[in-house]
């Protein structure tokens, strides 16, 4: 029998029932807060770095082993109510044939950046195949995670599509901005095949074990939200639509989405996260429609701040708790993904402060 992602049924065998992070993102509010940190497994360990010594980027994102202990490790040393899978936006593009690497200290630099019809006519397709090593690793973290839950993720449509487009990171996205007005039919299918692999993507990472997906938008925040309701939610609705049926959590993320908030809610994800510039009650206030139940919400600590001194994180973490109280549950992050330069310390003494909170 072939071993491939579509073939296997979806791994029943861990019993996840008192899982805090699972009981709020379906809108139950769990006796303790749940906690979990964007990019917690990342370059702020050093077990981590010790690990990835000699060995690229790309090379860890493709090696079922590293994958499993990389994502393993800020489980271990910070109690973490979740484990994010050890991956990047930009693993299903390089498993699709796409040259793109990752630049240490830049990001994801792309050989020949895509900006007409014909080089979008020639990207290819992400067969579920090419993701079989990726996926291994997602069945290794499953037999060894214990009752922790694990989050799998993809790159937004827009937030690929930016570092396509663009040819590496932007801080201004002219490029994709220009293009995606000066020929919206080009990018409307740039973005419907950005939105197939990362369908493609979350799909096989569900079917090999995960038990949540985020769908991370991060540059969103730089659109209007005329520009987000035209050129991003169909295809960002699209992506979380074409996964409703594996019914697993699905959490939807972008940085300064303050003026996009209602329709990130409208894409259709089970939990929108918030960063830092939006308190989490007036999320809330811009999340919730006329008649719809109330948001569950994730965030939302200024990353920056946990470099500041204890009193000051503390009281920051009880202030976004008590926001949090504003939604149906609340999932604690930070605003954004954890900082290289952050003492893991004061990670783990955030999750416990935040585990002596109800949930
Ligand atoms: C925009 C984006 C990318 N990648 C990702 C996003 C969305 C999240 C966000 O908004 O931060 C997603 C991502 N990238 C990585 C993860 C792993 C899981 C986690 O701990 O959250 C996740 C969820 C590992 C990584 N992704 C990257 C690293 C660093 C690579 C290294 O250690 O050599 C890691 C651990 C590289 C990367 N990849 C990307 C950037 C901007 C960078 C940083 C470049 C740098 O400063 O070195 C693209």
Redesign the pocket.
Same mark, same amino acid.
């Given at each position: 029998m072939s071993t491939t992602a579509q073939s296997r049924p979806r791994t029943a065998h861990r019993d996840l029932a008192g899982s805090p992070l699972l009981a709020a993102a379906r809108g139950r509010r769990p006796a303790r807060l749940p906690v979990w940190f964007?990019?917690?497994?990342?370059?702020s360990l050093p077990e981590y770095r010790a690990l990835?010594e000699g060995v690229p980027?790309m090379k860890a994102c493709f090696d079922p082993e590293m994958i499993a202990e990389i994502t393993l490790q800020?489980v271990r040393r910070h109690g973490v109510d979740a484990a994010?899978? /050890?991956?990047?936006?930009?693993v299903p593009l390089v498993a699709a044939g796409i040259d793109v690497d990752?630049?240490?200290?830049?990001?994801?630099v792309v050989t020949e950046p895509v900006r007409d019809a014909a080089a979008v006519r020639r990207l290819p397709v992400l067969e579920p195949e090419r993701l079989e090593p990726v996926l291994d690793g997602t069945r290794l973290l499953v037999e060894r995670l214990g009752e922790t839950p694990l989050i799998g /993720?993809a790159?937004a449509p827009f937030?690929l599509a930016s570092y396509l487009i663009e040819g590496g990171?932007s801080r201004t996205w002219e490029r994709t901005k220009a293009l995606m007005h000066s020929e919206p039919a080009v990018w409307h299918d740039l973005a419907g095949r950005l939105a197939e692999m990362a369908v493609t993507f979350l799909r096989g990472q569900v079917e090999a074990g995960a038990d949540a997906v985020q769908l991370?938008d991060?540059?969103a925040g730089a659109l209007t939200l005329r520009e987000y309701r035209e050129f991003v939610l169909p295809h960002s609705a699209r992506v979380l639509g074409a996964i409703a049926d594996l019914d697993v959590p699905r959490i939807h993320f972008g940085?300064g989405t303050g003026e996009i908030l209602s329709a990130m809610r409208d894409a259709g994800a089970d939990v929108v996260g918030v960063d830092w510039r939006v308190p989490l009650d007036e999320a809330v206030r811009r999340l919730t429609a006329q008649g719809e139940p109330v948001p569950v919400v994730q965030g939302n600590l200024d990353p920056a701040l946990l470099h500041a001194s204890w009193p000051v994180i503390e009281a920051q973490v009880r202030r976004i708790a008590g926001e949090g109280r504003a939604a149906a549950a609340h999932i604690f992050n930070l605003g954004?993904?954890v900082m290289?330069n952050t003492d893991p310390d004061v990670l783990t003494r955030v999750v416990e402060l935040v585990h002596s909170l109800e949930g």
């Open positions: 964007m990019r917690q497994a990342g370059r990835r980027m800020p994010i899978f /050890f991956s990047d936006i930009v990752l630049v240490p200290g830049t990001g994801p /993720f790159g937030t990171p991370f991060s540059w940085v954004h993904g290289p």
